[in-house]
């Protein structure tokens, strides 16, 4: 009797094995991550807030890798708290040449990794809801789009600062909660598809520019980066924007950008000091017309 027992147990597993390893193949082919890649300088407040809410509302995400740089110890220190506070994060620190080494070590941040999709983020983005990494990739590989396109929604109607009108682009629904367009209609946002600013993109499409182009730092690479698009491909997008800009201050020397300047660097970092954070809860699903803000944020302890 116990022999039969035996007999019955080997037959189940060998007949119903093969069809559970078939199925988590089929799953793992299909569910394709992607890195994040952020850049930072002496931003430690700022920085604090979108790692919050990254952590809070993206999923499936692979490598997070911060390509950061300071200008005195106050600031490592700052930064050292932020790694303590998340240490699955891989933090890059720039040398006493950032110009000549933030191309070899972005280089390093992107393509060390074999995952084939990667986003990149600057320090004063907020994430407002919920993403599933497996979902942009999907998307865009099923719906032949260049780049999945946290910043854009239907939401956005206005340019920052001055409110200018922005041409939408005309929206095809691809799926319930998903938008397809070309970049030749629209302008703002819609016609700006290499930015540094949460657009998921296949590195394979990326490698060539990011090798062999000239850049020494986040800004001159967008706008470098800028001038190499193909406004015949076409983009994803959610239905409402996940994430926006906070326009807090100007930390980049390379171009003007217009912000509300509602706090200085000083009076950032000692908020910093004293133990405070941007309250993050503040921004869940907050409805902005523009992918840029300019908001005061409100503090809490950390």
Not at 94 to 123: A, H, I, T, W
Request: one cysteine or more; proline letters at 5%; a neutral charge.
């Amino acid at each position: 009797m116990q022999h039969k027992h035996i007999l019955i147990f080997f037959f189940l597993f060998f007949a119903i094995t093969p069809q559970k390893l078939n199925c988590d193949e089929h799953t793992s082919s299909s569910q394709k991550t992607a890195d994040l890649v952020i850049f930072s300088f002496n931003r430690p407040l700022q920085l604090y807030a979108l790692l919050q809410t990254v952590h809070k509302y993206i999923t499936n995400l692979n490598q997070i890798c911060i390509l950061y740089r300071t200008t005195n110890q106050i600031y490592d220190n700052a930064y050292e708290e932020i790694q303590g506070r998340f240490p699955h994060i891989k933090f890059i620190k720039q040398g006493s040449n950032p110009r000549g080494d933030f191309k070899p070590l972005l280089l390093q941040c992107v393509f060390g990794s074999p995952v084939e999709y990667v986003m990149f983020s600057v320090d004063d983005d907020i994430v407002t809801d919920h993403v599933n990494m497996y979902e942009c990739t999907q998307a865009m590989e099923k719906h032949g789009a260049y780049g999945f396109y946290l910043r854009a929604g239907r939401n956005l109607t206005s340019h920052y600062p001055d409110n200018g009108p922005v041409l939408q682009p005309p929206f095809t629904q691809v799926e319930p909660n998903i938008l397809r367009y070309q970049f030749n209609y629209g302008n703002d946002v819609w016609n700006y598809p290499n930015n540094l600013d949460m657009t998921v993109f296949k590195k394979s499409n990326l490698e060539h520019f990011f090798r062999n182009a000239s850049y020494s730092s986040p800004n001159t690479l967008e706008g470098t980066w800028a001038g190499h698009t193909n406004l015949n491909n076409y983009g994803l997008c959610f239905n409402t924007s996940k994430k926006f800009m906070l326009a807090l201050n100007i930390v980049q020397q390379d171009w003007y950008v217009p912000n509300e300047n509602s706090f200085s660097i000083e009076d950032l970092f000692a908020r910093w000091n004293n133990g405070l954070a941007i309250n993050i809860e503040q921004f869940a699903q907050i409805n902005s017309n523009s992918f840029i803000m300019g908001y005061r944020p409100t503090f809490i302890k950390r």
